[in-house]
């Protein structure tokens, strides 16, 4: 390590001042989840509020009466349910469909040499450059044509294969050293052997974060169900909850509970997910 | 000749298309809140009793800037969907240009648009006609009554000018109470819109200096607290219903599509005031009764394959019948006659005073905005200098300075 | 070797090559298949719209005008006649990439720095599984609820100017209202809701650290901050590089916060470009000068790509 020999500072075993620091990180911390949460006490607080009550000068953090119903008349004024399933359905197709492809290509990019590896590539992260409203249209024709609108498929075929998966999972392999690759090669594994057998494995926490992230931003999509989906039975939950927002009125308060429950779903996600990041995984042997 | 043959056609078609009326159709129908407008209901279910099996399908978008968009992507992919409801007059120019619309003008030839005074005009593009009007909301002037008792002062009347008003909306405040006089909504029309009505001015002439008086009319109210300040609404984002149904504001200038929301939130136990409409105020030279407006119409998409289907219903629709259907639920038809206004004021919940029921028939009505290719550029220009004046980034006559010179450009 | 054996071994080469290429492409194709259907080729249709006019509606009316697009939204006439400070002065595009630009700087580099940071701070502690939640928490919401939140907060008489009030400072205005403030809230609502996204995008990074390499460190008696400096930073390097091209190109893109919170005002103050495209397209609807915006967005963020590509393939020469 050539670079540590430059650090000759002393290292810090004093107990006492580790100590405080810790404390000091601990309020740093508590004090930021704080100011994370606040918008959403007020939230939680808006969504037992009456209609009007909810943009009431001078704000007032909690409700004069708790209205609890507020959270099953979300269910009966629109078919929330089926909206929770449409979206289920997407994002749970999507994020399969995703974290396979793009790890698969992904290895294409990080780990081998092939003719036009740089160009196609520059091609994906062009095509995430590009916002989606000057390409939308064209997109739509297209769709259209080949039967898929106002089908779930659409949304599908339209999230499945995005740019941003190859990407993120191309930056993860890159990190794992190639000499473990070549080991692998003359130990005679064939190339998707090494990627099932040694990439997949030691990307777990990579593979991770592209379930959290496909899932989330799928479940949060709103231009696109919006356009694409137009019959009740297809809405996902995103497009149901602007139903709470009318020409001449707006149910803010119905909009809070019924972004609250959306809430659930990923939470419950990521919340599964989130011991990758802690386990971590076996780097011995890593080191070239 | 020609277009003889082809109104005879059409007449042809029209007779066939009669019978063919008894077998199951469906006619579908792109608007948007399907399920929670009272008047669309109310129209569904008019029509389809006086057409025995015919059924209208809602095609329900969301409200809102995405109904353009979402409407406009779907005909550009082809959609085949028979009626399209215009929710903004600039949609039936699009949507012409992309060839979106069917020209009206062989239906029309022995249709009688009489009731729509003239504003069927803005659905008319190089003399022919592309959509017919079925609703159409001018501004009236809401007041709370109760505080009006409550303060000993007489009600707004029907003829008041601008200066009147303010002095009222002063005299209406009482910030112990916290009581305003008014209420202005954060939108352009609520505060400058005033200097189109009677007709000889228009938000797209290119010269704004009409508007200063009422900048500064709204900005004194603003300092004396008569009114709550831009700023603050445009944050938290209050609704102007909210603000008149929390019974703390004693004026609203707004259109007529509150009547039905209040009559429904009243009726539902969510508000208890009492209210009452009259005409909005006017400016000196300016008739007494003059208001502005815009309007919602249907028009018949180019790829539907039941064009004289879709036309019974738009004429139905726009005509004296679907009139009273859209009177029904207190919405405002676009056809105007004594006995429209008769069917909204009888409508349960309206105020029963005859100062309401006069409002009901204004003197005239101009365009918010009137139709035309470089109006959605001068609206942004111009909705962008307003924000700057209400937010007092610069005064109103900076504004409007800007706002002449940027409209000046994109005329040139 | 002989002429014939360089040759046999040049065959061989080029085979073996030609394999490696097939393995390759058959790695790449799930996904691209369904990527260039879906996405590429609209994307290129895109491109080329950029050099028609369109109002939308049948492909006929397309019609072709070369350059015009880019003449209008960059002014040109009025340029040549009153200089380039009335591009960035009053032109709807100079203002949105000005306003843009300022954006992408600021939230760039804070974003990096707090997500890192909760990164390095969440790896190993008690309790980190709440904390990365609640840090998570904003992302996940939806869109409406938080920005309308937002709003409420930053009102004049909001909790966010409570707080500064009580720091003594006198300030007593509506950010979103407010010119200068309203980019401040967009900012803030920005970082506040993507650094728990970032964070876990360092989390994972983090765990593909070899152990030994820190390991080494402390035997040689590097201190927690020179570890940091000269283990752990060059080891997060390509996932640095993946935060700041996407961000740099998602803060290009910023568009639902600015909807909501303050439609582009006050004036044009908070004005970007998507909000700029968006307007043309679907309000206006010009579709081609909508591709036009499009473009000069594409060239920035694809320069600024491969400014950063570059530098990482420089680090992974080294």
Not at chain 1, 77 to 82: D, E, G
Not at chain 1, 278 to 288: D, H, P, Q, V, W
Not at chain 2, 151 to 172: C, F, H, R, V
Not at chain 2, 218 to 231: R, V
């Given at each position: 390590?050539?670079?540590?020999v430059?650090?000759?500072?002393?290292?810090?075993?004093?107990?006492?001042?580790?100590?405080?620091?810790?404390?000091?990180?601990?309020?740093?911390?508590?004090?930021?989840?704080a100011f994370?949460l606040?918008?959403?006490?007020?939230?939680?607080?808006?969504?037992?509020?009456?209609?009007?009550?909810?943009?009431?000068f001078?704000?007032?953090?909690?409700p004069?009466t708790?209205?609890?119903?507020?959270?099953?008349?979300?269910?009966?004024?629109?078919p929330l349910?089926?909206?929770?399933?449409n979206?289920?359905?997407?994002?749970?197709t999507?994020?399969?469909?995703?974290t396979?492809?793009s790890s698969?290509?992904?290895?294409?990019?990080?780990?081998?040499?092939?003719?036009?590896?740089?160009?196609l590539?520059?091609?994906?992260?062009?095509?995430?450059?590009?916002?989606?409203?000057?390409?939308?249209l064209?997109?739509?024709?297209?769709?259209?044509s080949?039967?898929?609108?106002?089908?779930?498929?659409?949304?599908?075929?339209?999230?499945?294969?995005?740019?941003?998966?190859?990407?993120?999972?191309?930056?993860f392999?890159?990190s794992?050293?190639t000499?473990?690759?070549e080991?692998a090669?003359?130990?005679?594994?064939?190339?998707y052997?090494?990627?099932?057998?040694?990439?997949?494995p030691?990307?777990?926490?990579a593979?991770?974060?592209?379930?959290?992230f496909?899932?989330?931003?799928?479940?949060?999509?709103?231009?696109?169900?919006?356009i694409?989906?137009?019959?009740?039975?297809n809405?996902t939950?995103?497009?149901?909850?602007?139903?709470f927002?009318?020409q001449?009125s707006?149910d803010?308060?119905?909009?809070?509970?019924?972004?609250?429950?959306?809430?659930?779903p990923?939470?419950i996600?990521?919340?599964?997910?989130?011991?990758?990041?802690?386990?971590?995984?076996?780097?011995?042997g890593?080191?070239? | 000749m020609?277009?003889?043959?082809?109104?005879?056609?059409?007449?042809?078609?029209?007779l066939?298309?009669?019978?063919?009326?008894a077998?199951?159709q469906?006619?579908?129908v792109?608007?948007?809140?399907?399920?929670?407008?009272?008047?669309?209901?109310?129209?569904?279910?008019?029509?389809?009793?006086?057409?025995?099996?015919?059924t209208?399908?809602?095609?329900?978008?969301?409200?809102g800037?995405?109904?353009?968009?979402?409407?406009?992507?779907?005909l550009?992919g082809?959609?085949?969907?028979?009626?399209?409801?215009?929710?903004e007059?600039?949609?039936?120019?699009?949507?012409?240009a992309?060839?979106?619309?069917?020209?009206?003008?062989?239906?029309?030839a022995?249709?009688?648009?009489?009731g729509?005074?003239?504003?069927?005009?803005?659905y008319?593009?190089?003399?022919?006609?592309?959509?017919?009007?079925?609703?159409?909301?001018f501004w009236?002037?809401?007041?709370?009554?109760?505080?009006?008792?409550a303060?000993g002062?007489?009600?707004?009347?029907?003829d008041?000018?601008?200066?009147?008003?303010?002095?009222?909306?002063?005299k209406?405040?009482?910030?112990?109470?916290?009581?305003?006089?008014?209420?202005?909504?954060t939108w352009?029309?609520?505060?400058a819109?005033?200097?189109?009505?009677?007709?000889?001015y228009?938000?797209?002439?290119?010269?704004?200096?009409?508007?200063?008086?009422?900048y500064?009319?709204?900005?004194?109210?603003e300092?004396?607290?008569?009114?709550?300040?831009?700023?603050?609404?445009?944050?938290?984002?209050?609704?102007?219903?909210?603000a008149?149904?929390?019974?703390?504001?004693?004026?609203?200038?707004?259109?007529?599509?509150?009547?039905?929301?209040l009559?429904?939130d009243?009726?539902?136990?969510n508000?208890?005031?009492?209210?009452?409409?009259?005409?909005v105020?006017?400016?000196?030279g300016?008739?007494?009764?003059?208001?502005?407006?815009?309007?919602?119409?249907?028009?018949?998409?180019?790829?539907?394959?039941?064009?004289?289907?879709?036309?019974?219903?738009?004429?139905?629709?726009?005509g004296p019948?679907?009139?009273?259907?859209?009177?029904?639920?207190?919405a405002r038809?676009?056809?105007?006659s004594?006995?429209?206004?008769?069917?909204?004021?009888?409508?349960?919940?309206?105020?029963?005073d005859?100062?309401s029921?006069?409002?009901?028939?204004?003197?005239?009505?101009?365009?918010?905005?009137?139709?035309?290719?470089k109006?959605?550029?001068?609206?942004?220009?111009?909705?962008?200098?307003h924000?700057?004046?209400?937010?007092?980034?610069?005064t109103p006559?900076e504004?409007?300075?800007?706002?002449?010179?940027r409209?000046?450009?994109?005329?040139? | 070797?002989?002429?014939?054996?360089?040759?046999k071994?040049r065959y061989?080469?080029?085979?073996?090559?030609?394999?490696?290429?097939l393995?390759?492409?058959?790695?790449?194709?799930?996904?691209?298949?369904g990527?260039?259907?879906?996405?590429?080729i609209?994307?290129?249709c895109?491109v080329?719209?950029?050099?028609?006019?369109?109002?939308?509606?049948?492909?006929?009316r397309?019609?072709?005008v070369g350059?015009?697009n880019?003449?209008?939204?960059?002014?040109?006439?009025?340029v040549a006649?009153k200089?380039?400070g009335?591009?960035?002065?009053?032109?709807d595009?100079?203002?949105?990439?000005?306003?843009?630009?300022?954006?992408?700087v600021v939230?760039?580099?804070?974003?990096?720095?707090?997500?890192?940071?909760?990164?390095?701070l969440?790896?190993?502690?008690k309790?980190?599984?709440?904390?990365?939640?609640?840090f998570?928490f904003?992302?996940?919401?939806?869109?409406?609820?938080?920005?309308v939140?937002?709003?409420?907060?930053?009102?004049?008489?909001g909790p966010?100017?409570?707080?500064i009030?009580?720091?003594g400072?006198?300030?007593?205005?509506?950010?979103t209202?407010?010119?200068?403030?309203?980019?401040?809230?967009?900012?803030?609502?920005?970082?506040?809701?993507?650094?728990?996204?970032?964070?876990v995008?360092?989390?994972?990074?983090?765990?593909g650290?070899?152990?030994?390499?820190?390991?080494?460190?402390?035997?040689?008696?590097?201190?927690?901050?020179?570890?940091?400096r000269?283990?752990?930073?060059?080891?997060?390097?390509?996932?640095?590089?993946f935060?700041?091209?996407?961000?740099?190109?998602?803060?290009?893109?910023?568009?639902?916060?600015?909807?909501?919170?303050?439609?582009?005002?006050?004036?044009?103050?908070?004005?970007?470009?998507?909000t700029y495209?968006?307007?043309?397209?679907?309000?206006?609807?010009?579709?081609?000068?909508?591709?036009?915006?499009?473009?000069?967005?594409?060239?920035?963020v694809?320069g600024?790509?491969?400014?950063?590509?570059?530098?990482?393939k420089?680090?992974?020469?080294?």
């Amino acid at each position: 390590m050539e670079t540590a020999v430059h650090g000759r500072g002393i290292r810090k075993d004093n107990p006492a001042l580790q100590k405080v620091l810790r404390i000091i990180i601990w309020i740093l911390l508590i004090a930021l989840a704080a100011f994370t949460l606040i918008p959403f006490a007020w939230m939680i607080s808006s969504s037992l509020k009456l209609d009007r009550e909810v943009f009431a000068f001078p704000m007032r953090w909690l409700p004069e009466t708790y209205h609890w119903e507020n959270y099953s008349l979300i269910w009966e004024k629109v078919p929330l349910l089926t909206y929770f399933k449409n979206t289920a359905f997407i994002a749970i197709t999507v994020t399969l469909l995703q974290t396979l492809t793009s790890s698969f290509a992904a290895y294409a990019f990080a780990k081998l040499n092939f003719r036009g590896r740089d160009v196609l590539f520059l091609c994906y992260i062009g095509t995430i450059a590009v916002p989606w409203q000057a390409y939308m249209l064209p997109q739509f024709i297209m769709m259209r044509s080949m039967g898929l609108y106002d089908t779930l498929w659409a949304m599908v075929v339209l999230q499945a294969f995005s740019a941003f998966g190859v990407f993120l999972m191309r930056q993860f392999y890159r990190s794992i050293p190639t000499e473990l690759c070549e080991a692998a090669r003359l130990d005679g594994l064939s190339e998707y052997g090494i990627w099932a057998r040694i990439m997949l494995p030691l990307s777990k926490a990579a593979i991770a974060t592209l379930v959290i992230f496909t899932f989330v931003n799928t479940w949060n999509d709103y231009m696109g169900p919006m356009i694409y989906l137009t019959r009740d039975v297809n809405k996902t939950i995103q497009v149901g909850l602007r139903r709470f927002i009318q020409q001449y009125s707006s149910d803010y308060h119905l909009i809070m509970a019924a972004s609250l429950c959306s809430l659930l779903p990923v939470s419950i996600v990521f919340l599964c997910l989130q011991r990758y990041f802690i386990e971590g995984i076996a780097t011995s042997g890593l080191k070239g | 000749m020609k277009k003889m043959l082809s109104v005879l056609l059409a007449a042809m078609l029209l007779l066939t298309a009669i019978p063919a009326l008894a077998e199951d159709q469906v006619l579908t129908v792109v608007t948007w809140d399907a399920t929670t407008t009272p008047y669309l209901i109310a129209q569904k279910e008019a029509f389809e009793a006086s057409h025995p099996g015919v059924t209208i399908e809602y095609v329900d978008v969301e409200s809102g800037n995405e109904y353009g968009v979402k409407v406009g992507t779907m005909l550009s992919g082809g959609d085949t969907s028979d009626v399209i409801m215009l929710k903004e007059n600039d949609q039936v120019v699009n949507w012409q240009a992309q060839g979106f619309a069917a020209p009206l003008t062989d239906y029309i030839a022995d249709y009688d648009m009489s009731g729509f005074v003239g504003i069927e005009k803005n659905y008319e593009i190089d003399s022919v006609q592309y959509g017919i009007p079925f609703r159409s909301d001018f501004w009236v002037l809401f007041y709370n009554k109760d505080l009006f008792d409550a303060a000993g002062i007489e009600y707004p009347s029907n003829d008041m000018t601008w200066d009147q008003y303010a002095e009222l909306a002063k005299k209406m405040t009482d910030k112990e109470k916290d009581i305003y006089g008014t209420h202005y909504h954060t939108w352009l029309s609520t505060v400058a819109n005033w200097a189109v009505c009677g007709g000889e001015y228009t938000l797209a002439d290119g010269t704004y200096d009409n508007l200063l008086y009422f900048y500064k009319l709204y900005q004194d109210l603003e300092d004396s607290g008569a009114c709550m300040s831009y700023a603050d609404l445009k944050a938290s984002g209050l609704k102007y219903a909210a603000a008149f149904e929390n019974g703390n504001v004693a004026m609203l200038p707004m259109g007529y599509w509150l009547v039905s929301t209040l009559i429904a939130d009243i009726k539902a136990g969510n508000a208890s005031l009492n209210w009452g409409i009259t005409a909005v105020p006017h400016a000196d030279g300016v008739a007494a009764g003059s208001s502005f407006g815009n309007m919602t119409g249907a028009m018949i998409n180019a790829r539907s394959e039941q064009k004289d289907l879709a036309w019974e219903y738009i004429s139905w629709l726009g005509g004296p019948e679907g009139a009273k259907a859209t009177a029904s639920v207190g919405a405002r038809p676009a056809w105007v006659s004594e006995e429209v206004a008769a069917a909204m004021a009888a409508v349960d919940g309206f105020p029963a005073d005859d100062n309401s029921k006069a409002a009901l028939l204004p003197v005239s009505v101009a365009m918010e905005w009137p139709v035309g290719e470089k109006v959605p550029d001068i609206k942004t220009v111009v909705n962008e200098e307003h924000s700057l004046i209400m937010a007092r980034e610069v005064t109103p006559e900076e504004g409007i300075e800007e706002m002449n010179e940027r409209v000046a450009e994109l005329l040139q | 070797m002989s002429q014939a054996e360089v040759r046999k071994a040049r065959y061989r080469m080029g085979k073996l090559e030609r394999k490696n290429t097939l393995i390759a492409y058959s790695f790449l194709a799930p996904n691209f298949i369904g990527f260039a259907v879906f996405t590429l080729i609209p994307v290129i249709c895109a491109v080329a719209l950029s050099l028609f006019e369109w109002g939308g509606g049948d492909i006929s009316r397309l019609k072709f005008v070369g350059l015009e697009n880019y003449a209008t939204i960059f002014t040109v006439k009025k340029v040549a006649e009153k200089g380039i400070g009335y591009f960035f002065g009053r032109a709807d595009l100079g203002i949105a990439l000005k306003n843009t630009a300022f954006y992408t700087v600021v939230t760039v580099p804070l974003t990096i720095v707090c997500a890192l940071a909760l990164a390095m701070l969440l790896n190993k502690i008690k309790g980190a599984v709440f904390f990365r939640t609640v840090f998570f928490f904003p992302y996940v919401s939806s869109m409406v609820a938080i920005c309308v939140c937002w709003s409420f907060m930053l009102m004049r008489n909001g909790p966010v100017n409570q707080i500064i009030m009580a720091l003594g400072i006198d300030f007593n205005k509506g950010w979103t209202a407010d010119s200068t403030m309203a980019m401040w809230a967009i900012i803030l609502v920005s970082v506040w809701r993507n650094m728990g996204y970032y964070m876990v995008l360092y989390l994972a990074a983090l765990q593909g650290i070899p152990r030994e390499l820190t390991e080494a460190a402390t035997v040689d008696g590097a201190n927690k901050w020179q570890q940091f400096r000269h283990v752990t930073l060059p080891q997060l390097k390509p996932t640095t590089f993946f935060v700041s091209v996407m961000m740099v190109i998602s803060c290009f893109k910023i568009y639902d916060v600015v909807a909501i919170m303050t439609e582009g005002g006050p004036g044009r103050a908070t004005k970007m470009l998507v909000t700029y495209i968006y307007d043309e397209a679907f309000v206006k609807n010009r579709y081609g000068q909508a591709s036009a915006i499009s473009m000069v967005l594409l060239v920035i963020v694809l320069g600024v790509t491969i400014i950063q590509f570059r530098s990482e393939k420089k680090f992974s020469n080294d």
